[in-house]
């Protein structure tokens, strides 16, 4: 990951971010408006994206759902936003995001999401594999899950907190544990982001199917496994 688009309309936040990452070794394309940031996103080769969610001109939601649409689903975005409430990054999560930070933030830690993000982006190119249980699998490399061999459209989010369910059956799982492997880097406890997803995604895996395979464990967390009788 070395070419990276920095969105950011607070032109001291933008030259805070930019200044550090270029003096970790990173090519800096900067817009200060969503308009600007998207005819970037077309002429250059971008591998990863930093981008506020209030901008002018185009907001940073619209943003990530057209480099989405443009295919480009490896791309690792990181959202900044002043709100932190659950719904908000929620939202943004929801739209292609894959990480978000909270202003005010330290560079350290906007620097480890992205390093974060990249190792995640080479794992998955590394990996070949199809990942099962019961009727329901997941193909690493074609990023497509189906059930009873019926296709299931998830979310970015989504199919990473799947994957590492199956990456992990039989294990009861904090929501430590999920944040800091699904999101990388531990969210702020006060929100219930964790749940949310959870609840996501057992609507679309298991709505419809008598077999349920995300259980809840209480007091300790979220295990995956076939007739699982502790929930």
Sequence with gaps: MKNILVIEDEQNVAAFIKKGLEEEGYNVFLAYDGTTGLELLKQRKIDAAVLDIILPGINGLEIVKEIRRRGFADVPVVMLTALGTTENIVTGLDAGADDYLIKPFKFKELLARLRALSRRKNLSVETDQ????????????????????????????????????????????????????????GFNMGTNVVDVYVNYLRNKIEKGYKSKLIHTVIGMGYIMKEDYEGS
């Design 130 to 185: 199809l990942l099962s249980i019961s009727d329901l699998e997941l193909d690493v490399n074609a990023k497509m899950v189906k059930r009873n061999r019926k296709e299931i459209k998830l979310t970015s989010t989504e199919y990473r907190l799947l994957e590492y369910f199956l990456n992990n059956q039989g294990r009861v799982l904090s929501r430590i544990d999920i944040l800091e492997s699904v999101w990388d880097i």
